[in-house]
């Protein structure tokens, strides 16, 4: 190569000021941002792992929500087995009849004082009534499957030793029921912040 040369001259002060070109570019414009391209590239990357996040939790209370509205649709259908008040009247009918459709002869209906129990109350009924085993078992079979739920507690039995194998049964009814005011609502299934 020849250093005398014009073009040899040219093409060397060419790179030359290329690379000073370059270099002053490189100190005077883009090395003074790198410190702020340096930061807001960690902003987004912060913002990125936040929005990632927040897509989890997003994600989990989608599934909380179709839990919450499964608990409910099965909450509200055991609420159908549990009316909004005391109905003694009704409860005597379904009782009388059952006992007529099993040949059981009621003796004594006492209604009690309701009980409170965790969110419903429960309403006993001390019974004494008259018939046999086989008798008393679709009795209560009956009893187990009125429309509302109706359960059954304290029961003693006394033979009266007679022919026809009768006995005389002591027994509390239980039937429950929830207050209007007391009856869950239907929860909200909005997201935050959402509409």
Not at 49 to 74: F, G, R, V
Not at 93 to 105: H, Q, T, V, W
Not at 172 to 191: A, C, M, Q, V
Request: charged share 25%; glycine share 4%; aromatic share 10%.
């Amino acid at each position: 190569m020849d250093f005398k040369s014009p073009t040899v001259q040219k093409v060397a002060v060419g790179l030359l000021i290329a690379i000073a070109l370059g270099a002053l570019w490189y100190y005077q414009m883009y090395k003074p941002n790198l410190e702020e391209i340096t930061t807001h590239q960690n902003e987004l990357d912060g913002l990125r792992q936040e929005l990632n996040k927040a897509k989890m939790k997003a994600q989990k209370y989608d599934q909380l929500m179709e839990e919450i509205d499964s608990l409910y649709t099965k909450y509200k259908l055991l609420e159908t087995l549990m009316p909004d008040q005391q109905d003694v009247p009704d409860f005597i009918n379904k009782l009388n009849i059952s006992a007529a459709n099993n040949g059981i002869l009621i003796k004594k209906f006492n209604p009690q004082q309701p009980r409170e129990q965790d969110f419903f109350m429960a309403d006993p009924y001390a019974l004494e009534i008259s018939t046999d085993y086989h008798k008393l078992g679709f009795f209560l079979s009956e009893v187990a499957n009125f429309p509302f739920t109706t359960t059954s507690d304290r029961l003693s039995i006394k033979s009266t030793n007679n022919q026809d194998k009768s006995m005389e049964i002591e027994l509390s009814l239980i039937t429950y029921h929830i207050n209007e005011g007391d009856r869950l609502p239907k929860p909200s299934l909005k997201k935050p912040g959402g509409k």
